[in-house]
Protein backbone atom coordinates (compact mmCIF):
# COMPACT_ATOMS: atom_id res chain seq x y z
CA UNK A 1 0.00 0.00 0.00
CA UNK A 2 1.04 3.26 -0.69
CA UNK A 3 2.38 5.49 2.22
CA UNK A 4 -0.59 7.81 3.88
CA UNK A 5 -0.74 11.42 2.36
CA UNK A 6 1.98 14.18 4.08
CA UNK A 7 -0.65 16.82 6.13
CA UNK A 8 1.68 19.05 4.29
CA UNK A 9 1.79 20.57 0.99
CA UNK A 10 4.46 18.86 -1.19
CA UNK A 11 6.66 20.74 -3.85
CA UNK A 12 6.19 20.10 -7.53
CA UNK A 13 9.52 17.48 -7.82
CA UNK A 14 7.61 15.77 -4.92
CA UNK A 15 4.52 15.89 -6.89
CA UNK A 16 5.93 14.32 -10.08
CA UNK A 17 7.04 11.41 -8.17
CA UNK A 18 5.07 10.84 -5.33
CA UNK A 19 1.31 12.17 -6.94
CA UNK A 20 -1.33 9.79 -7.11
CA UNK A 21 0.94 6.79 -6.07
CA UNK A 22 -0.90 3.77 -5.30
CA UNK A 23 0.82 0.25 -4.69
CA UNK A 24 -0.56 -3.39 -5.12
CA UNK A 25 -0.56 -5.44 -2.04
CA UNK A 26 2.86 -6.86 -3.95
CA UNK A 27 4.44 -3.71 -2.19
CA UNK A 28 6.37 -2.95 -6.02
CA UNK A 29 8.62 0.26 -6.17
CA UNK A 30 7.90 1.40 -9.55
CA UNK A 31 4.49 1.83 -10.39
CA UNK A 32 2.17 -1.30 -11.78
CA UNK A 33 1.18 -1.44 -15.32
CA UNK A 34 -2.22 -2.88 -15.21
CA UNK A 35 -2.15 -4.01 -18.91
CA UNK A 36 -5.90 -5.44 -19.04
CA UNK A 37 -8.98 -4.40 -20.80
CA UNK A 38 -11.54 -5.63 -18.06
CA UNK A 39 -11.48 -6.88 -14.39
CA UNK A 40 -13.41 -9.43 -12.64
CA UNK A 41 -15.87 -9.34 -9.40
CA UNK A 42 -16.45 -11.54 -6.47
CA UNK A 43 -20.44 -12.35 -6.88
CA UNK A 44 -22.66 -10.80 -8.67
CA UNK A 45 -24.24 -8.74 -6.48
CA UNK A 46 -20.85 -6.80 -6.51
CA UNK A 47 -21.04 -6.47 -10.38
CA UNK A 48 -24.31 -4.78 -10.05
CA UNK A 49 -23.70 -2.32 -7.77
CA UNK A 50 -20.38 -1.25 -9.05
CA UNK A 51 -22.98 -0.39 -12.27
CA UNK A 52 -25.25 1.09 -10.12
CA UNK A 53 -22.05 3.18 -8.47
CA UNK A 54 -22.98 1.96 -4.69
CA UNK A 55 -19.47 0.48 -5.04
CA UNK A 56 -16.53 1.53 -6.01
CA UNK A 57 -14.58 -1.00 -8.54
CA UNK A 58 -13.04 -0.82 -11.98
CA UNK A 59 -15.18 -2.30 -14.14
CA UNK A 60 -13.35 -1.88 -18.29
CA UNK A 61 -10.02 0.13 -18.76
CA UNK A 62 -12.25 2.81 -21.33
CA UNK A 63 -14.18 3.69 -18.12
CA UNK A 64 -11.18 3.66 -15.52
CA UNK A 65 -7.87 1.20 -15.31
CA UNK A 66 -5.38 1.46 -11.73
CA UNK A 67 -2.70 2.90 -13.95
CA UNK A 68 -4.48 5.48 -15.35
CA UNK A 69 -5.79 6.71 -12.69
CA UNK A 70 -2.39 7.41 -11.14
CA UNK A 71 -1.27 9.35 -13.79
CA UNK A 72 -4.80 11.28 -13.73
CA UNK A 73 -4.06 11.63 -9.63
CA UNK A 74 -0.71 13.21 -10.15
CA UNK A 75 -1.18 15.71 -13.12
CA UNK A 76 -4.42 16.71 -10.71
CA UNK A 77 -2.01 16.71 -7.76
CA UNK A 78 0.84 18.95 -10.39
CA UNK A 79 -2.18 21.35 -11.68
CA UNK A 80 -3.77 22.16 -7.97
CA UNK A 81 -7.02 20.75 -10.03
CA UNK A 82 -9.81 18.91 -7.92
CA UNK A 83 -9.87 16.10 -10.62
CA UNK A 84 -8.59 15.05 -13.96
CA UNK A 85 -9.41 12.93 -16.95
CA UNK A 86 -6.29 11.48 -19.35
CA UNK A 87 -7.08 10.80 -22.98
CA UNK A 88 -5.69 9.02 -26.19
CA UNK A 89 -4.23 12.34 -27.41
CA UNK A 90 -4.09 16.32 -27.04
CA UNK A 91 -6.59 16.96 -29.85
CA UNK A 92 -8.95 14.21 -27.86
CA UNK A 93 -8.58 16.46 -24.67
CA UNK A 94 -9.07 19.61 -26.46
CA UNK A 95 -12.39 18.17 -27.79
CA UNK A 96 -13.64 16.50 -25.76
CA UNK A 97 -13.29 19.65 -23.41
CA UNK A 98 -15.16 21.31 -26.12
CA UNK A 99 -18.09 19.41 -26.98
CA UNK A 100 -19.02 17.68 -23.49
CA UNK A 101 -20.13 21.16 -22.61
CA UNK A 102 -21.36 22.39 -25.75
CA UNK A 103 -24.62 21.93 -27.87
CA UNK A 104 -26.55 23.29 -30.33
CA UNK A 105 -27.10 27.47 -30.71
CA UNK A 106 -24.14 27.84 -27.61
CA UNK A 107 -21.78 30.38 -28.67
CA UNK A 108 -17.43 30.05 -28.39
CA UNK A 109 -15.26 32.85 -28.51
CA UNK A 110 -11.57 31.64 -29.23
CA UNK A 111 -8.31 33.36 -29.20
CA UNK A 112 -7.37 33.54 -32.86
CA UNK A 113 -3.28 32.16 -32.58
CA UNK A 114 -4.26 28.51 -31.92
CA UNK A 115 -2.42 25.16 -33.04
CA UNK A 116 -4.01 24.39 -36.45
CA UNK A 117 -6.10 21.47 -35.51
CA UNK A 118 -7.61 23.91 -32.39
CA UNK A 119 -8.47 26.31 -35.10
CA UNK A 120 -9.96 23.78 -37.38
CA UNK A 121 -12.76 22.46 -34.59
CA UNK A 122 -13.44 26.24 -33.95
CA UNK A 123 -14.23 27.54 -37.38
CA UNK A 124 -15.00 24.12 -39.56
CA UNK A 125 -16.27 21.39 -36.80
CA UNK A 126 -18.12 23.63 -34.47
CA UNK A 127 -20.40 25.39 -37.17
CA UNK A 128 -21.50 22.03 -38.30
CA UNK A 129 -22.98 21.62 -34.64
CA UNK A 130 -25.14 24.98 -34.90
CA UNK A 131 -22.45 25.95 -32.61
CA UNK A 132 -21.36 29.90 -33.11
CA UNK A 133 -17.99 30.65 -33.23
CA UNK A 134 -15.96 33.86 -33.13
CA UNK A 135 -12.30 34.37 -33.45
CA UNK A 136 -10.54 37.24 -31.29
CA UNK A 137 -7.02 38.65 -31.30
CA UNK A 138 -5.96 36.86 -28.12
CA UNK A 139 -3.97 39.75 -26.78
CA UNK A 140 -6.36 42.66 -27.40
CA UNK A 141 -8.52 42.89 -24.67
CA UNK A 142 -10.66 45.58 -26.20
CA UNK A 143 -11.42 42.55 -28.72
CA UNK A 144 -12.27 39.86 -25.96
CA UNK A 145 -14.83 42.95 -24.35
CA UNK A 146 -16.60 43.59 -27.34
CA UNK A 147 -16.80 39.54 -27.98
CA UNK A 148 -18.54 39.67 -24.58
CA UNK A 149 -21.14 41.72 -25.06
CA UNK A 150 -23.12 38.55 -26.22
CA UNK A 151 -24.23 35.91 -24.06
CA UNK A 152 -20.98 33.27 -24.61
CA UNK A 153 -20.49 29.63 -23.07
CA UNK A 154 -17.43 28.93 -23.77
CA UNK A 155 -13.32 30.14 -24.54
CA UNK A 156 -10.29 28.76 -25.38
CA UNK A 157 -6.85 30.19 -25.77
CA UNK A 158 -3.35 28.92 -25.76
CA UNK A 159 -0.73 31.20 -24.30
CA UNK A 160 2.06 31.02 -24.84
CA UNK A 161 0.19 30.21 -28.22
CA UNK A 162 1.58 27.94 -30.86
CA UNK A 163 3.88 28.71 -32.71
CA UNK A 164 4.48 32.87 -32.22
CA UNK A 165 4.56 32.55 -28.70
CA UNK A 166 1.86 35.02 -28.20
CA UNK A 167 0.14 35.62 -24.43
CA UNK A 168 -3.10 36.14 -23.04
CA UNK A 169 -3.73 37.85 -19.98
CA UNK A 170 -5.30 34.75 -18.28
CA UNK A 171 -6.94 36.92 -15.42
CA UNK A 172 -8.31 39.86 -17.29
CA UNK A 173 -10.14 37.26 -19.85
CA UNK A 174 -11.36 34.99 -17.38
CA UNK A 175 -13.02 37.59 -15.31
CA UNK A 176 -14.60 39.33 -18.95
CA UNK A 177 -15.63 35.20 -19.64
CA UNK A 178 -17.06 34.26 -16.49
CA UNK A 179 -19.28 37.91 -16.54
CA UNK A 180 -20.91 36.63 -19.83
CA UNK A 181 -21.83 33.15 -18.66
CA UNK A 182 -19.01 31.24 -19.99
CA UNK A 183 -15.75 28.90 -19.06
CA UNK A 184 -12.06 28.98 -20.01
CA UNK A 185 -10.73 26.04 -21.26
CA UNK A 186 -6.94 26.76 -21.51
CA UNK A 187 -4.45 24.76 -23.73
CA UNK A 188 -1.41 25.04 -21.65
CA UNK A 189 1.09 22.98 -23.26
CA UNK A 190 3.73 25.06 -24.23
CA UNK A 191 4.28 26.13 -20.41
CA UNK A 192 3.87 23.17 -18.97
CA UNK A 193 1.98 23.56 -15.21
CA UNK A 194 5.46 23.98 -13.94
CA UNK A 195 5.59 27.71 -15.58
CA UNK A 196 1.87 28.49 -15.20
CA UNK A 197 -1.23 27.23 -13.08
CA UNK A 198 -4.10 28.82 -15.47
CA UNK A 199 -6.42 27.97 -12.97
CA UNK A 200 -4.71 29.91 -10.08
CA UNK A 201 -5.76 33.33 -12.69
CA UNK A 202 -9.42 31.88 -13.54
CA UNK A 203 -9.36 29.33 -15.96
CA UNK A 204 -12.20 26.91 -15.21
CA UNK A 205 -10.55 24.07 -17.43
CA UNK A 206 -7.37 23.31 -18.56
CA UNK A 207 -6.08 20.98 -21.65
CA UNK A 208 -2.65 19.21 -22.40
CA UNK A 209 -0.69 17.09 -24.81
CA UNK A 210 1.04 14.28 -22.79
CA UNK A 211 2.66 13.94 -25.83
CA UNK A 212 4.68 16.78 -25.19
CA UNK A 213 6.87 17.58 -22.08
CA UNK A 214 5.12 14.79 -20.20
CA UNK A 215 6.64 12.25 -21.96
CA UNK A 216 9.33 14.41 -23.09
CA UNK A 217 11.29 11.49 -25.33
CA UNK A 218 9.07 11.16 -28.38
CA UNK A 219 7.53 7.63 -27.28
CA UNK A 220 3.53 7.31 -26.93
CA UNK A 221 0.98 9.59 -27.02
CA UNK A 222 -1.10 10.88 -24.59
CA UNK A 223 -3.65 14.00 -23.21
CA UNK A 224 -5.93 15.21 -20.42
CA UNK A 225 -8.30 17.51 -18.94
CA UNK A 226 -8.00 19.13 -16.14
CA UNK A 227 -11.22 20.71 -13.70
CA UNK A 228 -13.56 20.63 -10.87
CA UNK A 229 -14.55 17.97 -9.82
CA UNK A 230 -18.45 18.67 -10.43
CA UNK A 231 -17.72 19.22 -14.10
CA UNK A 232 -15.55 16.49 -14.52
CA UNK A 233 -17.45 13.70 -13.21
CA UNK A 234 -21.04 15.30 -14.48
CA UNK A 235 -20.07 16.51 -17.54
CA UNK A 236 -16.78 15.73 -19.22
CA UNK A 237 -16.59 12.05 -18.12
CA UNK A 238 -20.10 10.39 -19.50
CA UNK A 239 -18.71 12.29 -22.75
CA UNK A 240 -15.61 10.20 -22.78
CA UNK A 241 -16.88 7.15 -21.65
CA UNK A 242 -19.83 6.69 -24.07
CA UNK A 243 -17.64 8.01 -27.29
CA UNK A 244 -14.08 5.63 -26.05
CA UNK A 245 -11.43 8.60 -25.71
CA UNK A 246 -9.71 6.50 -23.34
CA UNK A 247 -5.94 6.28 -23.09
CA UNK A 248 -4.35 2.69 -23.38
CA UNK A 249 -2.71 2.06 -19.81
CA UNK A 250 0.84 0.89 -21.43
CA UNK A 251 0.90 4.62 -22.48
CA UNK A 252 -0.44 5.88 -19.08
CA UNK A 253 2.84 3.99 -17.69
CA UNK A 254 5.07 5.66 -20.21
CA UNK A 255 3.87 9.45 -19.52
CA UNK A 256 3.59 8.60 -15.76
CA UNK A 257 7.37 7.72 -15.73
CA UNK A 258 8.41 10.71 -17.67
CA UNK A 259 6.70 12.74 -15.35
CA UNK A 260 9.05 11.89 -12.43
CA UNK A 261 11.80 13.77 -14.89
CA UNK A 262 9.88 16.71 -15.87
CA UNK A 263 10.87 19.26 -13.87
CA UNK A 264 14.64 18.71 -14.23
CA UNK A 265 13.99 18.01 -18.21
CA UNK A 266 11.72 21.88 -17.89
CA UNK A 267 14.48 23.85 -16.14
CA UNK A 268 17.61 22.37 -18.24
CA UNK A 269 15.36 23.79 -21.58
CA UNK A 270 14.30 27.10 -20.28
CA UNK A 271 18.14 27.84 -19.39
CA UNK A 272 19.41 26.75 -22.83
CA UNK A 273 16.25 28.38 -24.53
CA UNK A 274 17.03 31.58 -23.16
CA UNK A 275 20.76 31.17 -24.05
CA UNK A 276 19.34 30.24 -27.73
CA UNK A 277 16.99 33.63 -27.96
CA UNK A 278 19.69 35.58 -26.67
CA UNK A 279 22.13 34.71 -29.43
CA UNK A 280 19.21 34.50 -32.33
CA UNK A 281 18.71 38.44 -31.36
CA UNK A 282 22.47 39.36 -32.60
CA UNK A 283 22.16 37.54 -35.62
CA UNK A 284 21.58 39.84 -38.69
CA UNK A 285 20.04 36.77 -40.38
CA UNK A 286 16.95 37.18 -38.14
CA UNK A 287 13.49 39.60 -38.54
CA UNK A 288 12.90 39.20 -35.17
CA UNK A 289 12.80 36.82 -32.36
CA UNK A 290 9.51 35.85 -30.00
CA UNK A 291 10.74 34.49 -26.75
CA UNK A 292 8.21 35.24 -23.85
CA UNK A 293 11.14 36.48 -21.08
CA UNK A 294 13.20 38.75 -23.50
CA UNK A 295 12.38 42.16 -23.06
CA UNK A 296 11.67 42.53 -26.34
CA UNK A 297 8.71 40.81 -26.11
CA UNK A 298 6.16 42.82 -26.58
CA UNK A 299 4.33 41.41 -23.49
CA UNK A 300 7.20 40.62 -21.80
CA UNK A 301 5.71 42.03 -18.58
CA UNK A 302 2.59 40.26 -18.94
CA UNK A 303 5.24 37.00 -19.08
CA UNK A 304 6.72 37.59 -15.69
CA UNK A 305 3.24 37.90 -14.37
CA UNK A 306 1.90 34.64 -15.12
CA UNK A 307 4.78 32.57 -16.28
CA UNK A 308 7.82 31.67 -13.91
CA UNK A 309 10.31 30.88 -16.96
CA UNK A 310 10.46 31.46 -20.62
CA UNK A 311 9.35 28.30 -21.32
CA UNK A 312 11.30 25.70 -24.00
CA UNK A 313 10.17 27.08 -27.74
CA UNK A 314 11.95 29.57 -29.24
CA UNK A 315 10.14 31.04 -32.19
CA UNK A 316 12.00 33.41 -35.31
CA UNK A 317 11.70 34.38 -38.55
CA UNK A 318 14.49 34.86 -40.88
CA UNK A 319 14.95 37.41 -43.47
CA UNK A 320 14.77 36.09 -46.92
CA UNK A 321 11.15 33.99 -46.29
CA UNK A 322 10.54 30.53 -47.21
CA UNK A 323 13.53 30.01 -48.90
CA UNK A 324 16.28 31.32 -46.00
CA UNK A 325 14.41 29.11 -43.70
CA UNK A 326 14.75 25.74 -45.56
CA UNK A 327 18.38 26.25 -46.33
CA UNK A 328 18.59 27.35 -42.50
CA UNK A 329 16.60 24.23 -41.35
CA UNK A 330 18.48 21.80 -43.73
CA UNK A 331 21.81 22.99 -42.68
CA UNK A 332 21.54 22.13 -39.22
CA UNK A 333 23.19 18.58 -38.21
CA UNK A 334 21.91 18.44 -34.75
CA UNK A 335 18.74 19.72 -34.34
CA UNK A 336 16.24 17.58 -36.21
CA UNK A 337 13.24 18.62 -38.62
CA UNK A 338 10.09 17.69 -36.72
CA UNK A 339 6.65 19.09 -36.24
CA UNK A 340 6.66 17.90 -32.43
CA UNK A 341 7.84 19.68 -29.77
CA UNK A 342 8.68 19.46 -26.20
CA UNK A 343 11.13 16.44 -26.22
CA UNK A 344 14.44 15.77 -25.26
CA UNK A 345 15.89 16.30 -28.65
CA UNK A 346 15.78 20.01 -30.47
CA UNK A 347 13.73 20.12 -33.44
CA UNK A 348 12.28 22.47 -35.61
CA UNK A 349 9.93 22.74 -37.95
CA UNK A 350 8.45 25.42 -40.49
CA UNK A 351 4.55 26.24 -39.21
CA UNK A 352 3.76 27.65 -42.84
CA UNK A 353 4.39 24.06 -44.25
CA UNK A 354 3.89 22.19 -41.90
CA UNK A 355 1.36 22.47 -38.10
CA UNK A 356 -0.32 25.41 -39.81
CA UNK A 357 -0.46 24.91 -44.04
CA UNK A 358 -4.34 24.80 -43.79
CA UNK A 359 -4.69 28.04 -42.56
CA UNK A 360 -5.58 30.23 -45.19
CA UNK A 361 -2.68 32.42 -46.07
CA UNK A 362 -4.45 35.66 -44.96
CA UNK A 363 -5.30 34.01 -41.16
CA UNK A 364 -1.70 33.04 -40.86
CA UNK A 365 -0.34 36.76 -42.25
CA UNK A 366 -2.87 38.19 -39.59
CA UNK A 367 -1.19 35.66 -36.92
CA UNK A 368 2.30 36.84 -37.87
CA UNK A 369 3.25 33.57 -38.80
CA UNK A 370 4.73 34.40 -42.26
CA UNK A 371 6.91 32.36 -44.67
CA UNK A 372 9.96 32.51 -42.78
CA UNK A 373 9.05 31.85 -39.56
CA UNK A 374 10.54 28.73 -37.78
CA UNK A 375 9.51 27.21 -34.49
CA UNK A 376 12.25 25.42 -32.29
CA UNK A 377 11.79 23.54 -29.76
CA UNK A 378 14.76 22.59 -27.22
CA UNK A 379 16.22 19.74 -25.83
CA UNK A 380 18.55 18.59 -23.75
CA UNK A 381 21.83 18.70 -25.68
CA UNK A 382 24.98 20.85 -24.14
CA UNK A 383 23.65 24.17 -25.56
CA UNK A 384 26.86 25.36 -26.64
CA UNK A 385 26.61 22.49 -29.07
CA UNK A 386 23.33 23.60 -30.04
CA UNK A 387 24.24 27.49 -30.20
CA UNK A 388 27.07 26.40 -32.85
CA UNK A 389 24.56 24.21 -34.67
CA UNK A 390 22.25 27.11 -35.38
CA UNK A 391 25.52 29.38 -35.68
CA UNK A 392 26.79 27.39 -38.37
CA UNK A 393 23.78 27.06 -40.08
CA UNK A 394 22.79 30.85 -40.25
CA UNK A 395 26.05 31.30 -42.06
CA UNK A 396 25.20 29.33 -44.54
CA UNK A 397 21.66 31.58 -45.31
CA UNK A 398 24.27 34.64 -45.20
CA UNK A 399 26.24 33.09 -47.87
CA UNK A 400 29.36 31.53 -46.18
CA UNK A 401 29.74 27.53 -47.44
CA UNK A 402 27.14 25.45 -45.70
CA UNK A 403 28.55 22.61 -43.61
CA UNK A 404 28.26 19.28 -44.79
CA UNK A 405 25.04 17.65 -44.01
CA UNK A 406 26.22 14.26 -42.22
CA UNK A 407 23.43 12.26 -40.37
CA UNK A 408 24.21 12.35 -36.62
CA UNK A 409 23.58 8.70 -36.20
CA UNK A 410 26.19 8.19 -39.25
CA UNK A 411 28.77 10.83 -37.68
CA UNK A 412 28.34 8.68 -34.23
CA UNK A 413 28.84 5.50 -36.34
CA UNK A 414 32.22 6.82 -37.46
CA UNK A 415 33.96 8.31 -34.84
CA UNK A 416 33.84 4.90 -32.49
CA UNK A 417 33.27 2.00 -35.59
CA UNK A 418 36.22 3.79 -37.67
CA UNK A 419 38.68 4.01 -34.78
CA UNK A 420 38.00 0.89 -33.74
CA UNK A 421 38.30 -0.83 -36.68
CA UNK A 422 42.02 1.02 -37.50
CA UNK A 423 43.38 -0.40 -34.27
CA UNK A 424 42.21 -3.88 -34.53
CA UNK A 425 43.84 -4.12 -38.31
CA UNK A 426 47.35 -5.45 -38.12
CA UNK A 427 50.27 -3.18 -38.97
CA UNK A 428 52.29 -4.46 -41.78
CA UNK A 429 55.76 -6.24 -40.57
CA UNK A 430 58.79 -4.83 -41.79
CA UNK A 431 62.10 -6.49 -41.60
CA UNK A 432 64.66 -5.53 -39.13
CA UNK A 433 67.08 -2.97 -40.71
CA UNK A 434 70.57 -2.93 -38.45
CA UNK A 435 72.07 -0.20 -37.29
CA UNK A 436 75.49 0.58 -36.11
CA UNK A 437 75.82 0.92 -32.24
CA UNK A 438 76.86 3.86 -30.90
CA UNK A 439 77.69 4.76 -27.27
CA UNK A 440 75.02 6.18 -25.28
CA UNK A 441 75.66 10.32 -24.63
CA UNK A 442 75.38 10.93 -20.97
CA UNK A 443 72.93 13.34 -20.70
CA UNK A 444 72.52 16.12 -17.49
CA UNK A 445 69.49 15.94 -15.80
CA UNK A 446 67.11 18.92 -16.07
CA UNK A 447 65.45 20.72 -13.56
CA UNK A 448 62.19 19.77 -13.08
CA UNK A 449 59.48 23.11 -13.69
CA UNK A 450 57.07 23.33 -11.35
CA UNK A 451 53.27 22.70 -12.78
CA UNK A 452 51.15 25.89 -13.82
CA UNK A 453 47.89 25.80 -13.70
CA UNK A 454 45.81 26.70 -17.05
CA UNK A 455 43.41 29.41 -16.52
CA UNK A 456 40.20 28.71 -16.14
CA UNK A 457 37.71 29.45 -18.60
CA UNK A 458 35.11 31.90 -17.85
CA UNK A 459 31.42 30.46 -17.60
CA UNK A 460 28.85 31.87 -19.95
CA UNK A 461 26.00 34.41 -18.84
CA UNK A 462 23.76 31.80 -18.65
CA UNK A 463 25.73 29.26 -16.27
CA UNK A 464 25.20 32.33 -13.53
CA UNK A 465 21.82 31.53 -13.69
CA UNK A 466 22.14 27.71 -13.03
CA UNK A 467 20.85 27.37 -9.61
CA UNK A 468 17.72 29.26 -9.94
CA UNK A 469 14.52 27.75 -9.36
CA UNK A 470 12.73 28.44 -11.98
CA UNK A 471 9.53 26.59 -10.79
CA UNK A 472 8.56 29.00 -7.93
CA UNK A 473 5.86 31.41 -8.53
CA UNK A 474 5.99 34.81 -10.78
CA UNK A 475 7.28 37.35 -8.74
CA UNK A 476 4.41 39.78 -8.99
CA UNK A 477 2.60 37.03 -7.05
CA UNK A 478 5.13 35.05 -5.12
CA UNK A 479 4.75 35.55 -1.05
CA UNK A 480 7.89 36.26 1.18
CA UNK A 481 9.28 33.81 2.56
CA UNK A 482 12.28 33.26 4.97
CA UNK A 483 15.50 32.52 3.43
CA UNK A 484 16.15 29.37 6.24
CA UNK A 485 14.93 26.45 4.96
Not at 8 to 13: F, H, I, V
Not at 225 to 238: A, D, F, I, N, T
Request: net charge positive; aromatic share 6%; proline share 6%.
Amino acid sequence: MAKPATDRPLRPATQLVRGGQMRSNFDETSEALYLTSGFVYDNAQQAEQTFTGEVSHFQYSRFGNPTVQMLEGRLAALEGAEACRATPTGMAAVHGALLSHLKTGDRVVAARALFGSCHWIISTLLPRYGIETEFVDGADLEQWKAAFRRPCQLVLLETPSNPMLELVDLKAVSDLAHAAGAIVVVDNVFATPLLQKPMKFGADVVVYSATKHFDGQGRVLGGAVLGSKKWVEEVLQPFLRNTGASISPFNAWVILKGLETLHLRVQAMCRSANTIAQMLEERSEIARVCYPYLPSHPQYALAKQQMSAGGTLVSFELKGGKAAAFRFMDALQVVDISNNLGDAKSMITHPATTTHMRVAAEERARLGIGDGAVRLSVGLEDVEDLVDDIAAALDAVSGNPAPKKKPLARMVAEETVAPAKAAARPAPVKAPVKAPVKPAAKKKAEPVAAPVEAPVKAKAKAAKTAELDLFEAPAASKPARSKKR
